[in-house]
């Protein structure tokens, strides 16, 4: 299983509900996107199954051992009581393509037949939905019939990134479990064991960019972030009067090959604004968050409307070149 590193707080809590054999039937796992909840709910899935089945070997954190069956079937992604609704890809040729803005009423209505039927392996099944936030409003409410009576030995992990969003008698079914962006520290060890090839540069750039999430920082990994950050900072800082810059950065991040770092810097340009918003006060402040809205609203447009990747870096780099 992926290692899990940090928010010792929500581990601890859930491994004694596990050792004391109080297991609620639905948790709800909070936090910023990327900080381990997902991995988290794997992990104690697997924990609990392979508890329910009585396998050897097994220690009171969430751990198991190397060639424990459960965590091969759950690897494998073929364990009969275990299962994961997230959002589907548009297209099912291409999974790695866009994904569907939701959770579908057709997914969830989908558990019905393994609920119909008296788990396998053991007394216990566990459904993790990965994320609550993304299911449809009809889904919710199926979900809701779900969590009001559960079927019996089932536990739901719920993950969440902004519960607010969430109908407010579905957190009221959920154990809370609070997960907090990690320190510096524990970023380090988490983008270690990811990556143990990678540099002592490409770590630092990876932890500053993270802002404490792993599994944001792993997805600019190779993307060369840190060259991103350093245009961006330098634009800032300077300006761009001649332009060039800018269209220097626009030629970079041009053409299909370049997409994947094009989508990097549409997520590093606000970011970059705001960290320097926060040292500012007066008029400097107020001309970085009217900055910050705009690159907001212009990154999501660029996505939403498919604009054209070298004009939108110009346009871009130009709103980065107001905090001059």
């Known amino acids: 299983m992926t290692s899990l590193v940090g928010n010792a707080s929500a581990k601890a809590a859930f491994a004694a509900a596990l050792a004391g054999g109080s297991m609620h039937h639905a948790w709800l796992l909070v936090g910023p996107e990327g ?8 992990a104690a899935a697997a924990r609990l199954l392979a508890g329910a089945a009585e396998e050897s070997g097994l220690t009171e954190g969430l751990s198991l051992p190397d060639g424990n069956r459960t965590r091969a079937l759950i690897e494998a992604g073929s364990h009969p009581d275990f299962r994961v609704l997230a959002r589907l890809p548009k297209d099912a040729d ?34 993790v939905i990965d994320a609550a936030d993304d299911l449809e409003r009809a889904g919710a409410n199926a979900l809701l019939k779900s969590l009001e009576e559960p ?4 536990i739901f992990l719920l993950i969440s990134h902004a519960p607010g969003r969430l109908l ?23 983008l270690r064991h990811a990556l143990p090839e990678a540099s002592p540069d490409d770590v630092a750039a990876l932890l500053a ?7 944001r920082a792993l997805r600019y990994a190779g993307l060369d972030v840190a060259a991103i950050d350093t245009a961006l900072a330098a634009i800032a800082r300077d300006g761009d009067p001649d332009n060039d810059r800018r269209i220097k950065l626009g030629k970079a991040l041009a053409g299909k090959a370049a997409t994947p770092r094009y989508h990097l ?34 990154a999501g447009a660029a996505i939403g409307l498919s604009l054209d990747q070298q004009a939108t870096v110009f346009e871009m780099a130009g709103i980065v070149a107001r905090l001059r």
């Open 35 to 42: 900080v381990g909840k997902a991995s988290f709910a794997r």
């Open 94 to 127: 291409k999974p790695d393509q866009d994904l569907a803005r939701s959770i579908s009423i057709a997914q969830i209505r989908s558990l019905a037949s393994m609920f119909g039927t008296r788990p396998s392996m053991s007394a216990r099944r566990v459904v």
């Open 151 to 154: 079927p019996e030995g089932t």
């Open 168 to 190: 407010p008698t579905i957190r009221s079914r959920c154990r809370l479990l609070r997960f907090e962006a990690l320190d510096d520290g524990d970023m380090t060890l988490a």
């Open 209 to 215: 960019a993270g802002k404490g999430a792993p599994g």
């Open 265 to 298: 810097f549409l997520e590093r340009a606000p970011a970059i604004i705001a960290d320097r918003a926060r040292s500012l006060v007066g008029e400097p402040l107020r001309v970085a968050l009217d900055a910050h809205t705009a690159a907001r609203e212009l």
